[in-house]
């Protein structure tokens, strides 16, 4: 019986949201494709990876290498700001090949289920929220094995009608799920942030790995719980240690980074981890990233994570005003948030924030209170983001609700995209100028610079900022900053 062909493919977006910016953003592979990748494998199938996003690649060229596949299915993860791009990659690969079989997974799917088939008639089958053991059941019914009506977690047409099959519980035991399919990977086309640059001199090669799934957290603006819930699962000990080795020993990465939401969150796990990194020596050869919450921060763990060779924390602070805290359900506090920054600093961490502006409630008086809050920090690096109401959040149920006019999907989240207002209080130019006078007011410090110059290799910042000047400069004269 001849092997069914499966083509999934990270579209190309990244030129698209970041346009002269694209140089300084990480690259990182996509994990949720890869993971099918090797379920599918495994089911008999040839998977077949392609990241036309990495590859810098256009849609038409990324179109033109799949239609030449002529794969038996196409697989996408699809994020609200891409889902757009998405659709008019698969509408023409549709057309070019009727008969092949479309999957969509991800998180505008999953919070959006039956609308994303109705925006996007390419698409056949929708997966909602984790996919590792629906693919499965999936390909089987597919192939004659069972009947769509009977595979949980999906949403499929069926003649001229919209089915959803209900959810599928999120996995409780995750000891046994397959590793992503690294094998499939170019390492050569992924990188980390341009900080890494000025510790180490390496942003790639760069590998990913998830010590859990989930999140404690409640923030009502993070859709990340439509994937995966609310109940957090750790990965065994044995099997992190087996895929660091394997990122190590096999594939030369010199960053690493644990894309963990909350890597602090199981504090033996961390601490096991730390050993491990310590015993083989790893802690010599790699710049470990993580990132964590400000409730989480503890002394004694953030100090085994230096000697563990973790470089970079990035903390989640995202508001300097406690009342805008409470609405964003972030459930930390402003001195939480300022001990964190004190631990991590005396553990002898590199340390970045991110902070957000424009949530409900927010005024131009609770946005200085964030900007003013990220300049007295000590902190190496930081991020000012504006508020999205991303579908599966209690932001866009707040939206539609009250009524407030949201863009298309794919203006959702891009760097370069208007702001949408949440409140009568700023309008979309009042965000933007925020925005600017926050990473004006960081960034052009004299402490700040003082800091960077003393911290890291000057010459290696000094590039990055004049290349962010000029990119500042392009942008700004193309109308889209």
Not at 270 to 295: F, P, Q, T, W
Not at 313 to 322: K, R, T
Request: charge should be positive; proline fraction near 4%; aromatic fraction near 12%.
């Amino acid at each position: 019986m001849k092997r069914k062909k499966f083509a999934l493919v990270n579209v190309p977006s990244s030129e698209n949201a970041y346009h002269n910016f694209i140089d300084f953003v990480a690259i990182f592979p996509p994990m949720g494709l890869l993971t099918i990748a090797n379920i599918i494998e495994k089911q008999g199938c040839e998977a077949w990876f392609f990241d036309a996003d990495a590859k810098l690649l256009s849609l038409n060229e990324t179109i033109a290498q799949v239609v030449v596949m002529k794969p038996d299915y196409v697989g996408c993860t699809g994020m609200t700001a891409t889902m757009d791009i998405i659709g008019q990659f698969l509408g023409q690969v549709k057309e070019a090949l009727p008969n092949t079989i479309v999957i969509v997974g991800g998180p505008h799917v999953s919070a959006m289920p039956r609308r994303t088939l109705e925006d996007y008639p390419a698409i056949d089958i929708g997966v909602i929220g984790e996919g590792d053991h629906t693919i499965v059941e999936l390909i089987s019914a597919i192939e004659g094995n069972g009947s769509l009506d009977q595979v949980k977690g999906i949403v499929f047409r069926k003649n001229s009608s919209i089915i959803e099959t209900g959810k599928r519980p999120p996995i409780i035991d995750i000891s046994n799920l397959l590793f992503p399919a690294w094998h499939l990977v170019d390492f050569e086309l992924y990188r980390s942030y341009g900080w890494n640059n000025w510790v180490s001199g390496h942003r790639s090669p760069l590998g990913v790995i998830f010590t859990g799934r989930g999140c404690y957290g409640k923030c009502n603006f993070c859709a990340s719980h439509c994937v995966f819930g609310n109940r957090m699962r750790f990965y065994p000990i044995d099997s992190i240690k087996k895929e660091i080795d394997l990122l190590v020993t096999w594939y030369g990465i010199r960053v690493l980074y644990f894309q963990d939401d909350t890597f602090t969150a199981n504090i033996k796990l961390v601490h096991e981890i730390c050993d491990y990194l310590i015993e083989k020596g790893y802690n010599n050869r790699l710049e470990v990233m993580v990132s964590a919450r400000v409730d989480m921060a503890h002394a004694k763990t953030l100090k085994k994570m230096r000697q563990a060779g973790i470089r970079w924390i990035c903390y989640g602070v995202e508001s300097g005003n406690q009342q805008i805290l409470d609405k964003m359900q972030k459930n930390i506090t402003i001195e939480q948030i300022k001990k964190a920054f004190v631990l991590a600093n005396e553990a002898g961490l590199f340390v970045a924030g991110n902070f957000m502006i424009g949530h409900l409630g927010e005024t131009w008086e609770t946005a200085m209170d964030t900007i003013n809050l990220a300049c007295k920090l000590k902190q190496d690096y930081t991020s000012f983001a504006i508020a999205i109401p991303l579908p599966g959040t209690d932001l866009y149920q707040y939206c539609i609700k009250k009524g407030i006019k949201l863009p298309v999907w794919g203006k959702f989240g891009s760097v370069n995209s208007p702001p949408i207002p949440l409140n009568d209080s700023l309008n979309a130019e009042q965000l933007i100028a925020l925005r600017t006078m926050a990473i004006n007011r960081f960034f052009k410090r004299p402490s700040y610079l003082l800091r960077m110059i003393t911290r890291f290799h000057p010459i290696a910042v000094a590039m990055d900022f004049l290349k962010m000047y000029f990119a500042l400069r392009r942008e700004r004269h193309e109308y889209r900053f």
